[in-house]
């Protein structure tokens, strides 16, 4: 099971990172099992976990985690890949320098590094990827600079691990009459969204960046009830836009998103305890329970 390589290589990491990284392994009592061998998982959780500790030479967190994804159609609508199935998520997710999109496009090259000569041999993403490949997964990267690098690995799953989280409810999506604000850079994100939301009876605004995103709420703000954001965005970023709406319009709700985890949002201090939240890639399904959750909650968003 991953549950249990996870939990060696958590054991094996508090010894090998440092005092200074503050190290979460955030781990679920439902068995995820997964095609690819031990050792190849173990590997792919050593290299991301030690290419993040060498991203964060003055400290910082690094935040492991496991859990269990339907990748569909709208995720290759997205990525260009990704056959439709059950995987296993596993999520690297560090606090440091980040990379800008050139580098992160590349990072998976062999040889290819940022390191000082001597520092690294470029081989141990490209390793990550190879093994991936093998299990028939996939892997992407999310980053930005300045504000941290998480990697987000699919494995197939096995037939004895459940498709989906136990908790999730089999209900359909409750449908909507409101009007949403949906702010992302990402065409094909925002696209995407703006299609899922309609199909379920929502009104779309959509804006491409933050600036755009404060001008249409300035210019629509009687009818727009949620405000769906970014939470990294050019020329002004998701919190900022909501921060001004919320001087406009008190109580204003607001779904923030964005490809890092949660506890990397909230250690980063970009988002606060208690902003609605939900980790890109999502599925349909999820975004429209997310949706309704934000706005439904009586205390607006949070904060």
């Not at 997964?34 to 003055?58: F, H, K, Y």
């Not at 062999?110 to 028939?136: A, D, M």
């Not at 985890?261 to 980063?268: E, F, L």
Request: charged content about 25%; overall charge negative.
């Amino acid at each position: 099971m991953v549950n249990e390589i996870l939990g060696r290589v958590d054991k094996l990491l508090h010894r090998l990172i440092g005092e200074d990284i503050e190290l979460t392994a955030n781990i679920p009592d439902q068995p995820v099992t997964v095609l690819g061998d031990s050792g190849q998982i173990e590997q792919i959780l050593m290299n991301l976990a030690t290419n993040a500790r060498d991203a964060m030479p003055g400290g910082g967190a690094l935040t492991l985690e496991l859990g269990v994804a339907e990748l569909d159609a709208s995720f290759r609508q997205v990525h260009g890949y990704g056959r439709p199935g059950s995987y296993a998520l596993i999520t690297v997710s560090d606090t440091g320098e980040g990379m800008d999109q050139g580098t992160a496009q590349r990072i998976f090259e062999p040889f290819f590094t940022t390191k000082e000569v001597g520092k690294g041999s470029g081989l141990g993403l490209s390793i990550v990827y190879g093994i991936v490949k093998q299990c028939n997964g996939y892997v992407n990267c999310y980053s930005e600079p300045g504000q941290g690098t998480t990697f987000k690995v699919y494995v197939p799953l096995t037939a004895d691990t459940p498709a989906r989280p136990l908790r999730e409810s089999e209900s359909p999506p409750t449908r909507g009459t409101e009007t949403v604000l949906v702010a992302e850079d990402n065409k094909e994100v925002r696209d995407l969204v703006r299609a899922v939301l309609e199909q379920f009876g929502y009104t779309v605004l959509d804006a491409a960046d933050g600036e755009e995103a404060a001008r249409m709420f300035e210019l629509h703000q009687n009818v727009i009830s949620m405000m769906l954001l970014d939470v990294v965005m050019p020329k002004r970023n998701g919190k900022e836009v909501y921060e001004l709406a919320k001087k406009i319009k008190p109580g204003i709700r607001a779904l923030f998103t964005s490809g890092y985890t949660a506890d990397i949002m909230h250690r980063k201090g970009i988002l606060e305890e208690g902003l609605h939240f939900v980790s890109k890639p999502v599925s349909p399904r999820e975004l429209l329970k997310k949706v309704r959750e934000a706005l439904d909650d009586t205390r607006g968003s949070g904060p």
